[in-house]
Nanobody, 117 residues
Framework: QVQLVESGGGLVQPGGSLRLSCAASGSIFFSIYAMGWYRQAPGKQRELVAAITSGGSTNYADSVKGRFIISRDNAKKTVYLQMNSLKPEDTAVYYC??????????WGQGTQVTVSS
């Protein structure tokens, strides 16, 4: 059983920052998993925000490039998403994903991020 628990969401004003964390537990060889952050806004499909491979390579959605940074700490089995210069359109539920191959695809329950003045 693998569990992913997100934290760090909340209400922030436009231009502000938040740092999301996703801690993994259970039977997971964390270091070999690709980790990702997705988000889903009301009435929209879930979309990839940022991802990081087991080797540390990263990729970002165009809408967050230059503002968000994904990182991982394999010793702590945790992945982070540093979100800067937040905009109202960043408002969504943010989900953590761990992908280790067929049959090894896990999701967290999500954390709400609201950007509003």
């Amino acid at each position: 059983q693998v569990q992913l628990v997100e934290s760090g969401g909340g209400l922030v004003q436009p231009g502000g920052s938040l740092r999301l964390s996703c801690a993994a537990s259970g039977s997971i060889f964390f270091s070999i998993y690709a980790m990702g952050w997705y988000r889903q806004a009301p009435g929209k499909q879930r979309e990839l925000v940022a991802a990081i491979t087991s080797g540390g390579s990263t990729n970002y959605a165009d809408s967050v490039k230059g503002r968000f940074i994904i990182s991982r700490d394999n010793a702590k089995k945790t992945v982070y998403l540093q979100m800067n210069s937040l905009k109202p359109e960043d408002t969504a539920v943010y989900y953590c994903n761990a992908r280790g191959g067929p049959g090894h695809d896990f999701w967290g329950q999500g954390t709400q991020v609201t950007v509003s003045s």
